[in-house]
């Protein structure tokens, strides 16, 4: 033991005796290895982030697509649905003796490229996140009346949107859309609290409002914007009074004024034009409505549906359930297992982000060796000192390796404290921009595991100008026997 502290003090006095290229070289180690835990650490947090997007949802249901295709639409509002739940199917999965509740989604509306969703308020409850973490309200409450919104924390952030603000809905996703749902102005209700997952991103409604929208411009007469049936009734029935009087008074001046023939054929030109443009005008409307329904789920149905269950033992028992559903073709998906299948195929980055910092590394490694090699000349007479004070050719020998070792533990101290200033930094810069929160634990099995392979492979790329040392102390000392 006292050999080793010896071993130990004589190695830290030589590396103070060249510290200017000591310090670079440790320099060089700290960003190296920072670089390869950094993105270790990021990497892991990412895949548990990825992996708690939704928690407390046993079953998603929706029409017969692949698992992948279902969850970037129900979870991530990405795509577009090729077919829809009916009503009558909701309402026989939730008759299911093992379902414990369900939240219907519905798609097909946006405001300004942000996604709407209609659905009840039982969503601001069940839908969880991360660690079962609940949907909270920064501002406000959830949707009531049938004209209420309820913004995700990034759509209030970036349109600048606070509580009691009026919105139009648009139909479709595109960036700058020209069928608005101008009949049904909505207010905003509530903005949620950062989440970091795509709740963020969208706008929540009730399912009501949903079917309000689109009925109207179906011919339905339901009454919107909080006025009662009676009032809208009346309303129509004092337009339709109005409307007959200024016919009747028009009557009376046309046989007053014993207007001619051809006064009357001009007349009966501007009605065909109008006819005209009234059928042109009829034309695009029902192609406006034929794109409609094609990107928003019919009237009576639905996107996806979330599923909890009373007992995770019957979630396969279910998902066999829907998948064999005879009435419609459904196909029901466990998000954690969809979600590691999506997280396989956009996980390829942090491989290769994993392999940069590794090459990093290994280049700062290949420094510290040079730098060993490069000082062998000059510590000759450091050597021969050492062997003429009786130091054996392993002292030597050992005095470089433990060399190599203080600096590469000085650089992965500097590089432990360097990340741990970076994760408070991004952590108050997340905190307000994402939601999002990195965890402080950076000593994980992984970033542990990434540790013991750095020692090792230091260990490793030292023994060479380890050994040349030896070799030379033997030449300055005598022959190995000797020692």
């Known amino acids: 033991m006292a050999g080793v502290s010896v071993l130990i003090g004589v190695a830290s006095r030589s590396l103070r005796y060249r510290l200017s290229g000591v310090v670079l070289t440790i320099a060089s180690v700290a960003l190296s290895v920072f670089v390869l835990l950094a993105v270790e650490h990021v990497r892991q947090e990412a895949r548990n982030g990825f992996a708690s997007t939704v928690s407390g949802v046993d079953l998603i249901v929706g029409a017969r697509t692949g698992e992948v295709n279902l969850l970037l639409l129900s979870v991530f509002r990405i795509g577009t649905a ?9 309402e026989q999965i939730r008759a299911q003796n093992n379902v414990s509740w369900t939240v219907p989604l519905s798609l097909g509306d946006s405001h300004r490229s942000f996604r709407v969703v209609g659905t009840t308020q039982e969503f601001f409850e069940r839908y969880k996140h991360g660690a079962q973490q609940s949907l909270g309200f ?17 759509v209030a952030s970036r349109l600048g949107y606070e509580l009691g603000d009026s919105i139009v809905l648009s139909h479709g996703m595109a960036d700058t859309s020209f069928t608005h749902h101008d009949q049904l102005p909505f207010r905003v209700s509530g903005i949620l609290s950062l989440t970091g997952t795509p709740v963020d991103n969208a706008l929540f409604v009730a399912l009501d409002a949903i079917e309000a929208l689109h009925s109207e411009e179906e011919g339905g007469d339901r009454p919107v914007q909080g006025v009662s049936e009676h009032e809208h009734e009346q309303n129509n029935h004092e337009y339709g009074d109005e409307h ?37 005008a009829s034309t695009e409307a029902d192609h406006a409505a034929a794109d409609h329904e094609h990107d928003h789920p019919p009237i009576g149905t639905v996107t996806a549906v979330l599923v909890g269950l009373n007992s995770p033992i019957a979630t396969l028992q279910v998902k066999r359930w829907v998948d064999t559903f005879s009435d419609e073709a459904l196909l029901a998906i466990l998000p954690g297992v969809a979600l590691t299948q999506l997280w396989e195929l956009v996980g390829n980055v942090e ?7 590794i090459l990093v590394f290994l280049s700062s490694l290949l420094g510290l060796n040079a730098m060993l090699f490069a ?13 003429n004070i009786g130091a054996p050719s392993l002292f030597v020998l050992g005095l470089l390796m433990v060399e190599a070792l203080l600096i590469v533990t000085t650089g992965i101290a500097l590089a432990i404290l360097w990340l741990l200033l970076s994760i408070a930094f991004a952590n108050a810069v997340f905190a307000q921009e994402l ?32 050994l040349q040392a030896y070799r030379l102390s033997v030449s300055v000392g005598g022959s190995p026997k000797e020692n």
């Open 244 to 280: 007959g009087h200024h016919d009747h008074h028009d009557e009376v001046e046309d046989h007053d004024d014993h207007r001619g023939h051809d006064e009357h054929d001009d007349h009966k030109g501007h009605e065909e034009h109008a006819e005209s443009a009234h059928s042109s």
């Open 351 to 357: 491989i290769i982000l994993l392999g940069i910092s």
């Open 82 to 90: 090729t077919a829809n739940v009916s009503w009558s199917s909701l």
């Open 435 to 466: 939601g999002l929160m990195l965890s402080y634990q950076i000593f994980n099995s992984s970033n542990l595991l990434a540790l013991a392979l750095i020692y090792l492979t230091t260990l490793i790329l030292t023994a060479i100008p380890a």
């Open 138 to 154: 920064s501002q406000g409450v959830r949707f009531d009346a049938l004209n209420d919104v309820v913004l995700g924390a990034q």
């Open 375 to 387: 000082s062998m000349r000059e510590r000759r007479s450091e050597i021969e000192v050492l062997r």
